[in-house]
């Protein structure tokens, strides 16, 4: 059989999948380690769970810190009485901006898990996308059922 690989990215992290024929390599790198592993496929689930972040709070957060640093250069500006000197509401106002970029652009929690088996496997579900995620993890399903027929004489089905 052909080999599959599939890659995914997020930030600074990056995972390879190698789909052989008997096992999956799995390939971790990050910032501060690499690590490498193979799973057997006979060891692996059939049941596909999908985890996702629909909550609309971060964005509204997010939105809240962004208006409010807006707001507060607004007032300080319009505020001719000079409460505050200029660099420290500047600086004040740079940091509620920083702070509502990094709250919208935090990543989701949005896995595809492969569970009830021996060993669970977790994937990205939209890298590089959803449609390439699902036809891999169904390979590894496809896969992972003639390992176990042909070993065992065991249909998962």
């Given at each position: 059989m052909?080999?599959?690989?599939?890659?995914?990215?997020?930030?600074?992290s990056?995972?390879?999948?190698i789909?052989?024929?008997?096992?999956?390599?799995?390939?971790?790198?990050t910032?501060?380690?690499n690590?490498?592993?193979?799973v057997?496929?006979?060891?692996?689930?059939?049941?596909?769970?999908?985890?996702?972040d629909?909550?609309?709070?971060?964005?509204?957060?997010?939105l809240?810190?962004?208006?409010?640093s807006?707001?507060?250069?607004?007032?300080?500006?319009a505020?001719?009485?000079?409460?505050?000197?200029?660099?420290?509401?500047?600086t004040?106002?740079?940091v509620?901006a920083?702070?509502?970029?990094?709250?919208?652009?935090?990543?989701?929690?949005?896995?595809l898990l492969?569970?009830?088996g021996?060993?669970?496997?977790?994937?990205?579900?939209?890298k590089p996308?959803?449609?390439?995620?699902?036809?891999?993890?169904?390979e590894?399903?496809?896969?992972s059922?003639?390992v176990?027929?042909?070993?065992?004489?065991?249909d998962?089905?």
């Open positions: 052909n080999d599959l690989k599939l890659i995914q990215k997020q930030g600074f990056r995972y390879e999948f789909l052989m024929d008997e096992s999956l390599i799995v390939k971790q790198f910032i501060s380690q690590k490498e592993w193979a057997k496929l006979e060891n692996l689930g059939h049941e596909i769970i999908i985890e996702k629909t909550s609309y709070m971060r964005t509204g957060l997010s809240f810190i962004g208006l409010s807006i707001l507060f250069v607004i007032g300080n500006a505020d001719h009485s000079k409460h505050l000197n200029a660099w420290l509401w500047i004040l106002s740079m509620y920083w702070f509502a970029t990094v709250v919208i652009l935090s990543p989701l929690n949005n896995k492969l569970v009830r021996a060993e669970d496997l977790e994937f990205m579900s939209d996308s959803e449609k390439e995620v699902r036809e891999f993890v169904d590894i399903i496809k896969r059922n003639e176990l027929l042909r070993k065992y004489g065991i998962p089905d």
